[in-house]
């Protein structure tokens, strides 16, 4: 498995819920609503899920062994970290030329 692009789509900074993330697995399918969460002790990965009639979320789509769910986790973790920091580089030089004016 080749995961060929990670999106995040929306960065949240209230609650547990730290963004949304899309992935494309190997140029031909796409899994969307990927979620980052921040857990007690660490970030982890929620793959997409829904409620069953007895109110029990099941994952819709999830890797199937360890060494795959740690490539996801991995990947869709440093995609999100790079996230993060562009998103504070493009804030400080905000501030930066408000200095300015």
């Not at 995961?3 to 992935?23: E, Q, W």
């Amino acid at each position: 498995m080749q995961i060929t692009d990670v999106k995040i789509r929306k960065l949240m900074t209230d609650g547990r819920l730290r963004a949304v993330v899309s992935i494309t697995i190997e140029d031909m399918l796409a899994v969307h609503d990927i979620k980052v969460v921040q857990g007690d002790e660490r970030l982890f990965v929620a793959m997409p899920s829904r409620k069953d009639e007895n109110g029990v979320f099941r994952d819709i789509v999830h890797p199937i062994t360890p060494e795959a769910r740690k490539l996801l986790e991995e990947m869709i973790l440093d995609a999100y970290e790079r996230q993060l920091a562009a998103a504070a580089a493009e804030e400080a030089a905000g501030s930066d030329s408000e200095a300015d004016l």
